[in-house]
């Protein structure tokens, strides 16, 4: 019978392991997919806010500077999505860093400070 305890241990060993690494598994699908939302979204924010940026003759620090010039279709469909979009992003902030770049930073999943640099083409 001692045998047959050893058995039903290693079995629960195996077991639990097997748990333990799905667990594991399940845990970095999520943070993948995490991360993939929080990129998407940060694409998205910076291509928004370059074309309203070609739309307009206003380089501001501020999305509510750059929207008000806007003509109004376009400033009630875009800005109130743009800062729902960057509100998703824990402690984002977005910045007209030079005439031609944008910075986007925000804290991903982990509670890094992930940023963004790129350049946008004027028209």
């Known amino acids: 019978t001692l045998g047959m305890w050893i058995d039903y241990l290693l ?3 195996v ?5 333990w690494g799905l667990l594991q598994w399940a845990t970095d699908i999520i943070a993948l997919n995490t991360m993939a939302h929080e990129f998407t979204l940060a694409g998205w924010i910076i291509e928004d806010v370059s074309a309203l ?12 500077d750059l929207c008000v010039p806007l003509p109004a279709a376009i400033r009630d469909t875009h800005c109130p999505l743009l800062s729902d979009w960057l509100a998703a992003l824990p402690d984002s902030r977005i910045d007209l860093v030079a005439s031609d770049s944008l910075r986007l930073q925000w804290r991903d ?3 890094e400070l992930t940023v963004i640099e790129t350049q946008w083409a004027t028209p």
């Open 109 to 111: 999943h982990t509670g």
């Open 15 to 19: 077991g639990c392991l097997g748990i």
């Open 11 to 13: 079995a629960t060993l």
């Open 53 to 64: 940026l070609n739309l307009t003759s206003i380089r501001t620090h501020s999305l509510s």
